[in-house]
Structure formats: C-alpha cells, structure tokens
C-alpha cells in the first residue's frame, strides 16, 4: 500500500450505531487530519494530530471521538450521529512543522447516517 | 476569521483554451498556498503549492501568487476534457509545530468542452 488509506470506503449507519473510520499513511509523515466535507460546503478540517498528539479541535461535537495510537494511524470513532452528519469523510497527512509542507488525502469513506 | 473565497463556476472553456481559476484570501499572514483538483466521488489531488509571489510552472500548469492583493490564480494551458473537475485553493492557517492547517475554499467547477 502507499500513501493514505481509508476504510470502509462508504458506511451506512443509523443514529444509534457506534462505528470507526480508519486511516493509515505510509508516507512517513508525523502530522495527520480528519475533515469532513459536505455538499455545497467547503472542506471543514476537524481534527489535526501532531507526533500523536492532538493539536487542533475545531468546535466538532462530542459524537465524533479521534484516536491518533501512533503518527502512522488515526481513528475517528463515531456514535449517536445526526443525519446532517452525513458526509465524505477525508484523511490527510503531511510532515510536521512548517508551513511549506503539502497534505496529501487518502480516497475518504462516504458516510450516510438514517 | 480566515476566508479563502473562490468563484463556484462553473467555468467553461474550450478544449485547448486557457483556463484561468481564481482565488482571494483574508489573511495577510498565510505563506503558503495549493491548488488540488478534486474528481466528482474522489478526493482531492494536490497539484501545484507555492510560496513566492510571481508565477510556478509544472507543466500545462502556472500558479500566480501577489501577496499584495492577497490573491493566488492558477492556469490550465491547452485544457483537455479530463481537466474537467473542481479545483480548491487552500491556504494555510497556521505555521509552526502546530502542522499545517489550511483553510479551503469552495472551490471552481471547471469544464472543458470538446
């Protein structure tokens, strides 16, 4: 496998499942990022995780828990979504410090909540 | 709050006209600017980053930075039909260990016409 990768590519999930988005790099990248991206809107960046740690939280709500175990992988786990959380759902890694470095996206997982 | 504002489109031209995309942003302080072109279902692919003001060329693509006037443009020569896509400009937030948060705009629908 190379650069970044997602799975499951679409999920369907009702309002009172729990489920998990993966994510895994193989760039040898140290910095990681979940957006989201919606119909009509622009990319919204989520969560940003540096060397493991969390570094940004942009306002998401509580429903949407992150998990960063190392700087290859990153989780967003998920639970009692609303149906207007329905979206794409994208990965992004980048190397770490500086602002000249370039984020490159994994393919994204297609959620739909009912 | 940072802004990155791009005309939705969509743009049409002609098969083996220039296109020409804009995009305008709010903070004076961003250093760092990429165009990603996004296909309809996929995620975005990163094309061209610049820092400098003036022109960068990769090819059939030339992107056009003026700090001044606070916009970066990007150039399509001899467009084909495959060039036919959403392109996002991103800027970035924020520099230093943080990682590089960019700030999206809704990007350009471009179409190019046989």
């Known amino acids: 496998e190379t650069g970044v990768t997602q799975t499951p590519r679409h999920l369907v999930m009702g309002m009172t499942n729990k489920k998990s988005l993966k994510c895994e790099q193989h760039l040898g990248h140290n910095a990681m990022y979940w957006y989201k991206q919606s119909a009509k809107k622009p990319l919204e960046l989520m969560f940003v995780?540096?060397?493991?740690?969390?570094?940004e939280n942009n306002s998401v709500p509580s429903r949407f828990s992150p998990e960063c175990p190392n700087s290859s992988h990153l989780f967003l786990h998920l639970h009692t979504l609303q149906p207007e959380d329905s979206a794409l759902y994208l990965c992004?890694?980048?190397?770490?410090?500086?602002?000249?470095?370039?984020?490159?996206f994994g393919p994204g997982t297609r959620l739909t909540v009912l | 709050q940072k802004e990155v504002e791009q005309n939705s489109g969509p743009l049409s031209v002609p098969e083996g006209a220039i296109a020409s995309l804009n995009c305008t942003y709010s903070d004076r302080g961003s250093q760092s600017f990429f165009w990603y072109r996004q296909y309809s279902g996929k995620s975005p692919e990163l094309i061209m980053s610049i820092y400098s003001n003036g022109d960068k060329e990769d090819g059939r693509f030339t992107a056009q930075l003026n700090k001044a006037s606070q916009y970066v443009s990007l150039l399509i020569r001899d467009s084909q039909p495959s060039d036919s896509a959403t392109y996002l400009c991103?800027?970035?937030?924020?520099?230093?260990?943080?990682?590089?948060?960019?700030?999206f705009g809704g990007g350009t629908r471009l179409m190019v016409k046989p």
């Open positions: 992004a890694s980048s190397h770490t410090s500086g602002i000249y470095n370039e984020q490159f």
């Open positions: 995780y540096n060397f493991k740690e969390q570094t």
């Open positions: 991103a800027v970035n937030g924020d520099g230093g260990n943080a990682g590089n948060m960019l700030t």
